[in-house]
């Protein structure tokens, strides 16, 4: 089984629009993090938002937020206010294990954001 | 502050030939990951070093595949008799990590290409 999936392989959207970006997963840990990288078209991976599974609130980073719903084994990304910059691809991640020193990130497929003028 | 760096970027190489990737992470990072990308696919996760000691190993990393990091500082990787499969982004990713929420701070990447 895929330990993240993600459904959407691309998304359009209006420039200022909000936009949501699935992510589910799958693991039988108490303690794992949640990640959301974004991957502009130069390859670099970059960090966005983080959030732990004995996180009580949703996290937030400006204008992204995550939609964490721990019973659904769901993470979502939400952009708000979408801009021009905001298109590339979007991968959400987990690292398992936290309490046993795990460091390995495990990476979904991927979603390509493009936001329209 | 300088982030991951990598080079080469782009290596283009004959099936068979040797090729060695170097990885320079953050400065004061202790914890350091190699990951590699093919197309349409998230990174794959290939090993990662505390310090100098190689902790863990993906089945990925097969007998062909070498990493060092021999002073605790950069790293490198190594493909001996590289094939047309191995054709990939190589992320190189560096963490100091104290608790479990700590990102990876990803390099660049190299991008093999393999003929």
């Known amino acids: 089984a895929q330990k993240i999936t993600q459904t959407q392989p691309g998304m359009f959207v209006q420039e200022k629009e909000a936009v949501t970006l699935d992510c589910t997963y799958d693991?039988?840990?108490?303690?794992?993090?949640l990640f959301w990288y974004k991957q502009p078209s130069s390859g670099e991976m970059i960090f966005l938002i983080y959030q732990g599974s004995y996180d009580e609130q949703n996290a937030t980073e400006g204008r992204y937020s995550l939609n964490f719903q721990k019973a659904r084994k769901s993470a979502n990304l939400v952009i708000s206010a979408s801009q021009l910059g905001d298109s590339a691809m979007y991968f959400c991640?987990?690292?398992?294990?936290?309490?046993?020193?795990?460091?390995?990130?495990?990476f979904g497929t991927g979603t390509r954001l493009t936001i329209i003028p | 502050d300088t982030g991951v760096s990598q080079n080469p970027r782009h290596k283009i190489t004959k099936r068979g030939q040797n090729v060695t990737f170097r990885c320079d992470p953050i400065s004061e990072h202790n914890r350091l990951y190699w990951y590699r990308q093919t197309l349409g696919q998230g990174p794959e996760f290939l090993t990662y070093f505390q310090n100098e000691a190689q902790l863990e190993k993906s089945r990925l990393l097969s007998d062909r595949f070498s990493a060092e990091r021999p002073k605790g500082s950069f790293s490198t990787l190594e493909i001996q008799r590289t094939e047309q499969g191995d054709s990939a982004m190589y992320l190189c990713a560096s963490s100091f990590r104290d608790r479990g929420d700590n990102e990876q701070f990803f390099g660049p990447g190299t991008r093999l290409t393999v003929l």
């Open positions: 991640a987990m690292r398992e294990g936290l309490n046993f020193g795990n460091e390995k990130l495990t």
């Open positions: 693991t039988s840990d108490q303690s794992y993090g």
